[in-house]
T-cell receptor
């Protein structure tokens, strides 16, 4: 079974631009969660999608948004990029809704904002 | 609400044991443990649900004391492959809020 895939793997953007990251979960998994990882803040939960609906949300500004499609693929969008948005963005998929279940992480998208 | 892990870093020789602690200031429903090697994605280790159960497989086990909002990860007879950063993840009892811990860097040397 193929693992979680994320595209692109690396991205360089300029302040003020917007970016869209993509995540394809493991086949059969319907829950997708997004995380931001930085050296200073560690791993922080962004949001979780299940059945095309956002179910849970972390403490991030509205510039961070996401969506999920009927095939469970998910996208995350960050608008008006700031230097502090530079991070590794990880998505994780799970069989069922809720972060109480084990999650399988993708390799991440490394975003650099200049 | 980010749980605090201790120690921040530990160096072991092969075969030695280690304990990593995760402590939260909020009531917890579940605790997750993950290991992340440098440049790789976190790998799921185990989940412990409210109830104080202990889980384990092979030489890695964990406990969850819900009254103290604490969890401990036990690594016995460590192997070189155990090296990495260990994160606990906590789900609050009040709802679906999930926070990863500060991380513990574990290095096993020959």
């Amino acid at each position: 079974k193929a693992g979680v895939t994320q595209t692109p793997r690396y991205l360089i953007k300029t302040r003020g631009q917007q970016v869209t990251l993509s995540c394809s979960p493991i086949s059969g998994h319907r829950s997708v969660s997004w995380y931001q990882q930085t050296p200073g803040q560690g791993l922080q939960f962004l949001f979780e999608y299940f059945s095309e609906t956002q179910r849970n949300k972390g403490n991030f500004p509205g510039r961070f948004s996401g969506r999920q499609f009927s095939n469970s693929r998910s996208e995350m969008n960050v608008s008006t990029l700031e230097l502090g948005d530079s991070a590794l963005y990880l998505c994780a998929s799970s069989l069922r809704q809720g972060i109480k279940y084990e999650q399988y992480f993708g390799p991440g998208t490394r975003l650099t904002v200049t | 609400q980010q749980p605090v892990q201790s120690p921040q870093a530990v160096i072991l020789r092969e075969g030695e044991d280690a304990v990593i602690n995760c402590s939260s200031s909020k009531a917890l429903y579940s605790v997750h443990w993950y290991r992340q090697k440098h440049g790789e994605a976190p790998i799921f280790l185990m989940i412990l649900l409210k109830g104080g159960e202990q889980k384990g497989h092979d030489k890695i086990s964990a406990s969850f004391n819900e009254k103290k909002q604490q969890s401990s990860l036990y690594l016995t007879a460590s192997q070189l492959s155990y090296s990495g950063t260990y994160f606990c993840g906590t789900e609050l009892d009040t709802g679906n809020q999930f926070y990863f811990g500060t991380g513990t860097s574990l290095t096993v040397i020959p």
